[in-house]
């Protein structure tokens, strides 16, 4: 199965300031990668499909980018409400394998 | 509007069985595909597999083979997962959800709590 690993597995960083967030395949899965937002004791939700298509109703602020085995999300000012672990899922076909997880908190 | 809820807590010793509910309701509930998560304390997301609701035919993620049963009763448009010879390492949040993989458009249940201990 292709396995999926996220990095880092926390962050932490100021308001304000740009973060990313790495996601490889140990495949190719094409474009086929969702990266949910998961706040305290809240579900998931997603953010980004399709590897770069925001969600509708997410801020503008989040982008994701890559193809392939290579996937990034990008907060470009991160907020105070963006406390939150982040996911990436694979979709192109089963087992649709989430990566690890990056816990994202404020400095 | 989409809704899916979930049946409440349940606290189980070991061996013993628990079936989680998924009722779903705001859309024709055979024409999506319903996956089940597992989120163990203070854990990651974990695909558990899912489940063809037009077919009933589940497909398990490695892991989630032999004692998880993934049904569905299309009548009540209602999912469920049965866990059988529960371990206290199934202690985790459960949940369902329908997820629109070309849209991007997903719907949770509000996840069901299982704690295995005795």
């Known amino acids: 199965d292709i396995q999926m690993t996220q990095s ?19 495949q190719a899965i094409s474009n086929y990668l969702t990266w949910y937002q998961q706040k305290p004791g809240k579900v998931p939700k997603v953010l ?49 394998t989430f990566g690890g997880g990056t816990k994202v908190e404020i400095k | 509007q989409v809704q899916l809820v979930q049946s409440g807590s ?8 628990v079936k989680v509910s998924c009722k779903a309701s705001g859309y024709t509930f055979t024409n999506y595909a319903m996956n089940w998560v597992r989120q163990a304390p203070g854990q990651g997301l974990e695909w558990m597999g899912w489940i063809h609701t037009n077919t009933g035919n589940p497909a ?22 049965q866990i059988s010879s529960l371990k206290s390492e199934d202690t985790a949040v459960y949940y369902c959800a329908r997820v629109d993989w070309i849209t991007g458009k997903d719907y949770w249940g509000q996840g069901t709590l299982v704690t295995v201990s005795s």
Do not use: H
């Open chain 1, 8 to 26: 880092p597995s926390s962050l932490s960083a100021s308001v304000g300031d740009r973060v990313t967030i790495t996601c490889r395949a140990s």
């Open chain 1, 48 to 96: 980004i499909y399709a590897a770069s298509t925001l969600q509708s109703g997410v801020p503008s602020r989040f982008s994701g980018s890559g193809s392939g085995t290579d996937f990034t999300l990008t907060i470009s000012s991160l907020q105070p409400e963006d406390v939150a672990t982040y996911y990436c899922q694979r979709y192109d076909s089963a087992p649709r």
């Open chain 2, 10 to 17: 349940e606290l189980r010793k070991p061996g013993a069985s």
């Open chain 2, 60 to 81: 398990y993620a490695q892991g989630f083979t032999g004692r998880f049963v993934f049904s569905v009763d299309t009548s009540v448009s209602t999912a469920y997962l």
